[in-house]
């Protein structure tokens, strides 16, 4: 769903159950969809798990976050809390189910001699090498990326700096 409408409909909820000095806010998060910080009186949403959620499971999560703010942090998911959580409506589990969409990173990278994966969520900057198997840069170690499945070379200043570098290892070309 959209964020702005994930975040009227968090501030709503929160409204109606008096959390009307708490406040939203979107992080970056994609190992948990919410988080409830009774320090710092805030609720908080996975940006990125919101944008792939349905509404209703948004809601579900902001429910889930309310509860644990109403009952106080020392509950984590005891038995108080999930009284409160099923008062409210949130769905029992404590954990995000596992059917519901994550995002995947898009580029991999693929070391041409160990093998070893590294996964990014937005295109490398700089051009790297693998750490695993060579601890200093090797150029015959550069990660070989792909862009969801399929072969590509990241552009931009990845590519400049790769063009540099291949010179330096061919000075004659
Ligand atoms: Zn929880
Ligand atoms: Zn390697």
């Known amino acids: 769903m959209k964020r702005e409408d994930a975040r009227a409909m968090a501030r709503e909820l929160m409204d109606h159950h008096g959390l009307r000095d708490w406040s939203l806010r979107f992080d970056r998060a ?5 988080a409830c910080v009774h320090t710092r009186r805030e609720i908080r949403l996975s940006g990125p798990l919101a944008d792939l ?4 499971t948004v809601r579900g999560v902001i ?18 809390w999930q009284a409160k959580a099923r008062q409210l409506g949130a769905p029992d589990s404590a954990r995000l189910s596992a059917h519901l969409p994550s995002p995947q ?3 991999v ?3 041409p001699v160990c093998g070893t994966q590294r996964e990014l969520y937005s295109a490398p900057r700089r051009v790297t090498s ?4 060579s601890r200093t840069f090797d150029a015959s170690r550069i990660f070989i990326w792909s862009y969801k499945g399929q ?6 200043q990845y590519a400049r700096q ?12």
């Open 151 to 156: 072969p590509r070379q990241p552009g931009g």
């Open 63 to 80: 429910l889930h976050e309310i509860a644990h703010a109403l009952v106080g942090a020392s509950h984590h998911h005891d038995a108080i």
């Open 105 to 107: 990173p898009s580029w």
């Open 162 to 173: 790769l063009r540099s570098l291949t010179r330096l290892r061919h000075p004659n070309e």
């Open 53 to 56: 959620y349905d509404a209703e």
């Open 109 to 111: 990278g693929i070391c």
């Open 30 to 34: 994609r190992r948990r969809a919410g």
């Open 130 to 133: 693998c750490g695993v198997c």
